[in-house]
């Protein structure tokens, strides 16, 4: 079974560049999640869907950033306008609802100069 | 304030010795999970235990929920045993929103 694909693996931009991350789950999963991981911390979720709704987006700095998940699979998170502290590896995971396991992918590594 | 702190924040080990991790949180947790990342590699889940013990290999997870305290003891350490280990708590039944500790880096000399 394939895991969880992401894509780009790096990335580097100029501030105020636009950047798109995209994920693939793993198939049948309905509940996906990004999260932010800035160098030496732990991952802080930024959305999460549960098939094309999203749950909670709390997190997420709506001026900048926004997740699409149109058809309840695949997702792209875009940074409209990065800034410096932006910098940081974007992962995504995801799992079936009501199991307690989420499957990261490999992440994506944005660093904004 | 921080509601997962993990400790010690670093730790260096010969290969073979024991290693004890601490997790303590700070609201209500419904699960508690460990997580391993190597370095530039993903995250990989070891342990969902909500309460009790549970063993896989060398790793041992234990938490006591209603001290909202968790540790993972790694016996035997190998130097593959290197990477960041990370806990991590659920406070919504419903939600599965997970919050992560800064994490654990571990690093095991041959």
Same mark, same amino acid.
């Given at each position: 079974?394939? /895991?969880?694909? @992401? ?6 931009? +100029? ?16 509940? !996906?999640?990004?999260?932010? +991981?800035?160098?030496? +911390? ?8 549960? %098939? ?6 709390? @997190? !997420?700095?709506? %001026? ?12 792209? !998170? ?23 396991? +989420?499957?990261? /992918?490999?992440?994506?590594?944005? !660093?904004?100069? | ?11 260096? $080990? ?6 004890? $991790? ?5 609201? *209500?947790? *419904? ?16 342990? #969902?235990?909500?309460?009790? &013990? ?7 997870? &234990? ?21 960041? #280990? ?22 095991? $000399?041959?």
């Amino acid at each position: 079974e394939a /895991g969880v694909t @992401q894509s780009p693996r790096y990335a580097v931009l +100029q501030e105020g560049q636009a950047v798109s991350f995209w994920c693939d789950p793993i198939s049948g999963h309905d509940t !996906l999640y990004w999260y932010q +991981q800035p160098r030496d +911390q732990g991952p802080q979720l930024l959305v999460y869907f549960r %098939d094309e709704a999203v749950i909670d987006n709390s @997190q !997420l700095p709506s %001026d900048r950033f926004s997740a699409v998940r149109p058809k309840g699979t695949n997702s792209t !998170l875009k940074i409209q306008s990065a800034k410096q502290g932006d910098t940081a590896t974007y992962l995504c995971a995801s799992s079936f609802t009501n199991q307690d396991t +989420q499957y990261f /992918g490999p992440g994506t590594r944005l !660093l904004v100069l | 304030g921080q509601q997962v702190q993990q400790s010690p924040a670093s730790l260096v $080990l010969q290969e073979g010795e024991n290693a004890e $991790l601490q997790c303590n949180f700070s609201s *209500t947790a *419904t699960r508690l999970q460990w997580f391993y990342q190597h370095p530039g590699g993903r995250l990989v889940s070891l342990f #969902y235990n909500p309460s009790g &013990t549970k063993h896989t290999g060398r790793l041992t997870s &234990t938490t006591v929920t209603n001290e909202r305290r968790g540790s993972l003891h790694i016996s035997s350490s190998q130097t593959t045993d290197s990477g960041t #280990y990370f806990c991590a708590i659920d406070r919504d039944t419903n939600a599965y929103k997970v919050i992560f500790g800064k994490g654990t880096h571990l690093h095991v $000399l041959p």
